[in-house]
């Protein structure tokens, strides 16, 4: 990939775009998953075409393009710019649409913005092209959780457990997997149950650890190893 700033702009610019000048009660659809998956104007598709040649006179593949601008798009995210990375990612699915990445993130992105249901459209699409990978299978499994804790309905639980038993199956040290099955033991009810797979969570990456989720489930029960205590600090004595 050439690293050149000249070339980042290069690409960039075919198709620069304001989002200050987003309507707010209209998105931008360069700011929707997949464009907003509405047909484009001939204007649109010129500028399309100008930015595909762009990308393809500055890296070696379309798909080492689209990495590029996963990439710039998880930094965005991670920044909490969350318009700027939809576009990104956009870019990456225009980019090269075979590609799991580009509808993983589009699903992610949806999610966080609290509509679950339409995120799992997104999911579906990359898990038909990467159907074993297990991270990818346990953010399913989240989303799945969010729609039952939005509207509870089993059928949304067991889809969730589904997704997790796979995830686990893939990679038993998936903290994420770990985490998503605490979640549906709580709401089983089963909340030694869901300590135990919380604690095996943390002890594979604390980072996965949803505090708001640990204070909740600490209402229900203490936490039977008394590693995490009502102002859910960590026993360092351990």
């Given at each position: 990939m050439k690293k050149l700033v000249t070339t980042m702009l290069a690409c960039l610019a075919a198709v620069t775009f304001t989002l200050a000048q987003?309507?707010?009660?209209?998105?931008?659809?360069?700011?929707?998953?997949?464009?907003?998956?509405v047909a484009k104007t001939e204007a649109q598709q010129?500028?399309?075409?100008?930015?595909?040649?762009?990308?393809?006179?500055?890296?070696?593949?379309?798909?080492e393009a689209s990495k590029f601008?996963?990439?710039?798009?998880?930094?965005?995210?991670n920044e909490g710019q969350i318009d700027t990375a939809m576009y990104r990612f956009n870019l990456a699915w225009l980019l090269n649409p075979d590609s799991s990445d580009p509808y993983w993130a589009f699903g992610l992105v949806t999610v966080a913005k609290g509509n679950p249901t339409e995120a799992i459209t997104y999911y579906e699409k990359a898990l038909s092209l990467q159907p074993k990978n297990s991270l990818l299978l346990s953010d399913v499994a989240n989303c799945y959780l969010a729609q039952y804790e939005q509207k509870p309905k089993k059928k949304m639980l067991k889809q969730a457990t589904e997704f997790i038993e796979k995830s686990i199956a893939a990679?038993?040290?998936?903290?994420?997997?770990?985490?998503?099955?605490?979640?549906?033991?709580?709401?089983?009810?089963?909340?030694?149950?869901?300590?135990?797979?919380?604690?095996?969570?943390?002890?594979?990456?604390?980072?996965?650890?949803?505090?708001?989720?640990?204070?909740?489930?600490?209402?229900?029960?203490?936490?039977?190893?008394?590693?995490?205590?009502?102002?859910?600090?960590?026993?360092?004595?351990?």
């Amino acid at each position: 990939m050439k690293k050149l700033v000249t070339t980042m702009l290069a690409c960039l610019a075919a198709v620069t775009f304001t989002l200050a000048q987003e309507q707010a009660t209209q998105p931008d659809p360069k700011v929707l998953p997949m464009f907003g998956k509405v047909a484009k104007t001939e204007a649109q598709q010129k500028k399309d075409e100008q930015f595909l040649k762009s990308s393809d006179a500055s890296f070696t593949t379309r798909t080492e393009a689209s990495k590029f601008f996963m990439e710039r798009g998880w930094e965005y995210l991670n920044e909490g710019q969350i318009d700027t990375a939809m576009y990104r990612f956009n870019l990456a699915w225009l980019l090269n649409p075979d590609s799991s990445d580009p509808y993983w993130a589009f699903g992610l992105v949806t999610v966080a913005k609290g509509n679950p249901t339409e995120a799992i459209t997104y999911y579906e699409k990359a898990l038909s092209l990467q159907p074993k990978n297990s991270l990818l299978l346990s953010d399913v499994a989240n989303c799945y959780l969010a729609q039952y804790e939005q509207k509870p309905k089993k059928k949304m639980l067991k889809q969730a457990t589904e997704f997790i038993e796979k995830s686990i199956a893939a990679d038993a040290q998936n903290a994420y997997a770990c985490m998503a099955m605490s979640r549906v033991q709580y709401h089983n009810q089963k909340y030694a149950d869901a300590w135990t797979w919380l604690h095996k969570g943390r002890a594979l990456n604390m980072t996965a650890l949803d505090y708001n989720y640990l204070l909740t489930l600490i209402d229900k029960m203490p936490d039977p190893q008394g590693f995490f205590g009502e102002q859910t600090e960590p026993d360092q004595s351990e």
